[in-house]
């Protein structure tokens, strides 16, 4: 299958810090991709929509300002946590689709603010 | 709105038993729906994409089934293995709309040795 690759897999900041997290799809282009945060033994809940060379769409309760997404190129979107809190202490995920439909993942990058 | 559920939430077999995970959603129109495998502190893996037109797909030991008018799926796992063991996960994408996808809770699995 396809492949996604996110950086880093885990980084710990302190509070107040930003910190940014790397998305690509390593062997095929991507017009959209997704980003994730999983809260611990829950489900994965869809933050926003990235689109290559255009605004990043949010979900209701997102703070764009907070989690700021560049999706520059066709392989590569960016999620940085600006101004990092305790609380946005998680585990974030990306995914891309392929034209089939199929979305593959990231294999996850878990921040950790102190 | 979507609402994806998956039962059991948690499931513990013997090594090569055959098993079937549940996956009920209630919104039938849907674009496709997609099985995924997450182990700790991982990304998911894709196990098998269903579309809407399709009723079900095989992938080695594994088959998933899909019945929109029942808002049902399963994924059956054939001679389970220890290394089965993981959270299996399942996400419907709508009809219409090329974001959403709700995913299910997820049912943890342990194959034991």
């Known amino acids: 299958g396809a492949v996604v690759s996110q950086h880093p897999s885990w980084v710990i900041c302190k509070s107040g810090t930003s910190v940014k997290i790397e998305c690509r799809s390593l062997d095929f282009q991507a017009t959209t991709m997704f980003w994730y945060r999983q809260f611990p033994k829950q489900s994965l809940m869809l933050m926003a929509t990235s689109n290559e060379g255009s605004k990043a769409t949010y979900e209701q309760g997102v703070e764009k300002d907070k989690f700021l997404i560049n999706h520059a190129s066709l392989t590569l979107s960016t999620l940085t946590v600006t101004s990092a809190h305790p609380e946005d202490s998680s585990f974030y995920i990306c995914?891309?689709?392929?034209?089939?439909?199929?979305?593959?993942f990231g294999e996850g990058s878990r921040l950790t603010v102190l | 709105k979507q609402e994806v559920t998956q039962i059991p939430a948690a499931l513990s077999v013997p090594e090569g038993e055959n098993l079937v995970l549940n996956c009920s959603f209630t919104d039938s129109a849907i674009y496709n729906l997609q099985w995924f495998r997450q182990d700790p502190g991982k990304g998911l893996t894709s196990l098998l994409l269903i579309q809407s037109s399709q009723r079900e797909q095989t992938s080695g030991r594994l088959n998933a089934s899909l019945d929109k008018s029942s808002g049902r799926s399963t994924l059956y796992i054939a001679a389970s293995q220890p290394g089965d063991s993981a959270t299996y996960l399942c996400?419907?994408?709508?009809?219409?709309?090329?974001?959403?996808?709700?995913f299910g809770s997820g049912t943890q699995l342990t194959v034991l040795p």
């Open positions: 995914s891309a689709r392929l034209n089939t439909g199929e979305l593959f």
């Open positions: 996400a419907v994408r709508p009809s219409g709309s090329a974001r959403q996808l709700t």
